[in-house]
């Protein structure tokens, strides 16, 4: 089989590096090198899973010649900086082309009207990265699919005025005072006038938490109702900030649909008290008072929730 791609930021004769290795485009250098480590023990030789000879060898042939050069842009620091431009050049691309723009897959269709649409396109992209590299034909559909999202989160980055978010990029340099001198001494001097107030620039956007990365692939395997991995992935975000809520709240999430009440309920009020408004933790608050209203009632098994809320009313 073949290595053409023809989707989503293909179209503008574009290869979608992010695309090819299953990471939103504003994911973290540390987070896209983990993820090539991942798709090289699923492509290589020695631990591809792939069924047939043919597509095992497809599979080698991927790996060196798009992963690979995929990973090179953004592992040399020179490749990134030449990338990074061109992306952000084919999101003013798309925006001005939007008319032409043709959207195939449900979940690029979605992205579009979604109104929390960062977090949406950050969620669909984890969930494609699951199984993007299970078989041949998953491979090709997933790096379409994603490439869709990616020009759909363009746009309505665009339409934002925020530009492309892509990630470690280098800031611009600033003027030198030699240079400044010069154009000053150019410049010939004119008449004061009255100083009018500017508005302050609005402040840089911080970096986000680096435990955002282990949320997304934690929520991708909630999705799949893999619940013991999701924990897994979240403890991992934990040790690099602790006080993250969405963590803690999804780890709450991931706790109470396997039946672990206390663990739940500790990870809510850790979630809500960096947090009192995280959704998913007051979710599972919800959740948890509906479980002990039922376990009052009788309706719930002895011991689920004993521990928890005192056992069934007598």
């Not at 009018?196 to 997304?216: D, I, M, N």
């Not at 999430?253 to 739940?264: G, H, K, L, V």
Request: hydrophobic share 35%; proline share 5%; charged share 30%.
């Amino acid at each position: 089989m073949s290595f053409e791609m023809t989707k989503g930021l293909f179209k503008y004769d574009f290869t979608d590096q992010h695309a090819i290795l299953g990471v939103p485009l504003d994911a973290e250098y540390k987070e896209i090198r983990d993820r090539y480590r991942d798709i090289a023990r699923r492509l290589h030789s020695d631990t591809c899973s792939f069924e047939s000879q043919a597509d095992k060898d497809w599979a080698n042939k991927f790996f060196s010649k798009v992963v690979n050069p995929a990973y090179n842009k953004f592992s040399k620091e020179s490749e990134r900086k030449e990338y990074n431009l061109l992306l952000a050049a084919i999101g003013k691309r798309v925006a001005k082309e939007q008319a032409k723009m043709q959207i195939e897959s449900e979940a690029a269709k979605q992205l579009a009207t979604a109104k929390d649409w960062e977090q949406a396109y950050k969620t669909a992209v984890s969930k494609l990265a699951l199984k993007q590299y299970e078989s041949v034909k998953e491979t090709q559909e997933a790096i379409d699919q994603i490439s869709e999202l990616n020009m759909v989160y363009l746009l309505r980055k665009e339409r934002m005025g925020g530009g492309v978010g892509v990630a470690a990029g280098s800031p611009p340099k600033a003027a030198t005072p030699t240079s400044t001198a010069k154009t000053a001494a150019a410049t010939p001097a004119t008449p004061a006038t009255p100083a009018t107030a500017t508005p302050a620039p609005p402040p840089l956007k911080v970096q986000g938490s680096p435990a955002e990365a282990y949320c997304r692939r934690a929520q991708g395997f909630m999705d799949s109702k893999s619940y013991a991995k999701a924990i897994l992935e979240l403890k991992e975000g934990l040790k690099l900030d602790p006080k993250h809520s969405q963590t803690h709240a999804l780890l709450a999430m991931s706790y109470f649909e396997q039946n672990q009440a206390t663990m739940a309920k500790i990870e809510m009020n850790k979630a809500l008290a960096s947090n009192p408004e995280e959704p998913t933790a007051l979710e599972v608050k919800k959740k948890l008072e509906q479980a002990a209203a039922k376990a009052k009632k009788g309706n719930e098994k002895p011991g689920f929730f004993a521990s928890l809320f005192g056992g069934k009313k007598k």
